[in-house]
Nanobody, 122 residues
Framework: QVQLLASGGGLVQAGGSLRLSCTAS????????MGWYRQAPGKEREFVAA????????YYTDSVKGRFTVSRDNAKNTVYLQMNRLKPEDTAIYYC???????????????WGQGTQVTVSS
């Protein structure tokens, strides 16, 4: 059974930083593109960032460009999201997922796990 565990969230003041981690179990994701998503209260889940299996290409939604950096360590089957200069509007539950092959932002699995809560205070 595939499991994706996001961790590293917390409460931070605006302008602060957090580093999220996504650890996968049940299969190896070293050959898969991986993505980060988030869901704010009362809003639909949205794409945040993605990284190709090799780590060469990275994609970001416009609102986080220049502030967030996605990376991966295939040896550890882990993907990271470094979030700098956080804003209150970044407050959400953050999830990771495999990117559906042939797309750059669409999640593959319907199961999202618990995610990790990020709260940015003003």
């Amino acid at each position: 059974q595939v499991q994706l565990l996001a961790s590293g969230g917390g409460l931070v003041q605006a302008g602060g930083s957090l580093r999220l981690s996504c650890t996968a179990s049940g299969r190896t994701f070293s050959s898969s593109d991986m993505g980060w998503y988030r869901q704010a209260p009362g809003k639909e889940r949205e794409f945040v960032a993605a990284i190709t299996w090799s780590g060469v290409l990275r994609y970001y939604t416009d609102s986080v460009k220049g502030r967030f950096t996605v990376s991966r360590d295939n040896a550890k089957n882990t993907v990271y999201l470094q979030m700098n200069r956080l804003k209150p509007e970044d407050t959400a539950i953050y999830y990771c997922n495999v990117i559906d092959q042939g797309t750059s932002t669409k999640a593959l699995y319907d199961y999202w796990g618990q995610g990790t809560q990020v709260t940015v205070s003003s």
